[in-house]
C-alpha cells in the first residue's frame, strides 16, 4: 500500500478467523489505522486485494463497523438517537428498532440515560455510547482504532471487561488496534505485532489464556512474561531490528 511514493504496507498477508478477536501493536506509524482503513473500505489499496467472507472489498460497508479513538457519536443527538441511528439507516422499521436500541444501551450499561446528550456524559459512558451505535447495525467484523486510549486507567479497565462480554455473547470478529501491549494479551485471541519501515506484519503471538478473562487474568504470571516477551520485540522493532 502506498501514499504517493511512500510505500507504507508492504506484503501484508493478514487472514482472520470469524469470530476471532486479532489485536494489532507496532510502533507509531507502522500502518495499523492504514490496515483498518483497507479492511473498513475507507481507503483503496494500490496493490493487492481485501476479502471480508469470500467478497472483494470495495467500500465501507454495514458488515464492517469500526470504533475510533474519538467519540464518533452525534453531539446533537441522544443516547438513544445516536443508538437508532445506524439501524434507521438500514431502514429497520420503528417498533424494532426502538426494542434494538433499547437493549443495546442495556447491553453497555446506559439504562436510564437514553435521553442524554453526549455532552452530559462523562468519557466512558460516550465511549459505550459509540461501542452500541457500532455493534447496533449487528457488523459482521468490527474494527476499532485504539477506542479505549483516551480513558482513564480504571474506566479502561472496566470498558475492556465489559466489552469482552459483549463479545463473547455475539462472537463478532474483531480487530482491535493498540499501543498498550497488557489491553492486548487481556483481549486477544492472538496479537499481530507489526514494524515500521515499510510496515509489515513481524510477528504473530497466540494468546494462550482461557476465557472468559476477569481480574485475575490480569496478574498471571504468564501474561507478565508475553507481556516483557512482547516489549522487547517492539523495542528491537522501534529501533528498526526485526524483531524475531
Ligand atoms: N492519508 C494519508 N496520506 C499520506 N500518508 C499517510 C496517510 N495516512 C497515513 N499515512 C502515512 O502512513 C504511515 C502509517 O500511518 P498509520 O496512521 O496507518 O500508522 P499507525 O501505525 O496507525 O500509527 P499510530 O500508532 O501513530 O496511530 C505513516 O507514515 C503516515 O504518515
Redesign the pocket.
Known amino acids: 500500500m502506498k501514499?504517493?511514493e511512500?510505500l507504507?504496507?508492504d506484503n501484508v498477508s493478514l487472514s482472520v478467523k470469524p469470530g476471532e478477536f486479532t489485536c494489532l501493536i507496532?510502533?507509531?506509524?507502522?500502518?495499523?489505522?492504514?490496515?483498518?482503513?483497507l479492511i473498513a473500505g475507507f481507503?483503496k489499496p494500490t496493490s493487492g486485494t481485501l476479502r471480508a467472507g469470500g467478497e472483494l472489498i470495495k467500500a465501507p460497508g454495514p458488515e464492517r463497523a469500526m470504533v475510533f479513538q474519538d467519540d464518533a457519536v452525534f453531539p446533537w443527538y441522544t443516547v438513544h438517537q445516536n443508538v437508532e441511528y445506524g439501524l434507521k439507516l438500514r431502514g429497520v422499521r420503528r417498533e424494532e428498532r426502538h426494542a434494538a436500541t433499547k437493549s443495546f444501551i442495556k447491553m453497555v450499561g446506559l439504562e436510564g440515560r437514553e435521553k442524554s446528550y453526549p455532552s452530559q456524559l462523562s468519557g466512558g459512558m460516550r465511549k459505550r455510547v459509540d461501542v452500541a451505535r457500532a455493534i447496533a447495525v449487528a457488523p459482521r467484523i468490527l474494527l476499532m482504532?485504539?477506542p479505549f486510549a483516551a480513558l482513564d486507567a480504571i474506566t479502561k479497565a472496566r470498558m475492556q471487561e465489559e466489552f469482552l462480554d459483549i463479545w463473547e455473547k455475539r462472537q463478532t470478529t474483531v480487530i482491535f488496534?493498540t499501543?498498550d501491549i497488557e489491553e492486548a494479551l487481556f483481549l486477544g485471541d492472538r496479537i499481530v505485532l507489526?514494524g515500521?519501515h515499510p510496515?509489515r506484519i513481524l510477528s504473530e503471538t497466540i494468546v494462550p489464556f482461557a476465557r472468559p478473562r476477569s481480574e485475575k487474568t490480569r496478574t498471571m504470571p504468564e501474561l507478565q512474561e508475553l507481556r516483557a516477551t512482547l516489549l522487547q520485540q517492539l523495542r528491537i522493532s522501534s529501533a528498526g531490528g526485526d524483531a524475531k
Not at 507496532?26 to 482503513?37: D, H, Q
Open positions: 501514499f504517493g511512500n507504507v504496507l507496532g510502533a507509531s506509524g507502522c500502518g495499523k489505522s492504514t490496515l483498518l482503513n481507503t482504532d485504539e488496534v499501543h507489526m515500521t510496515g
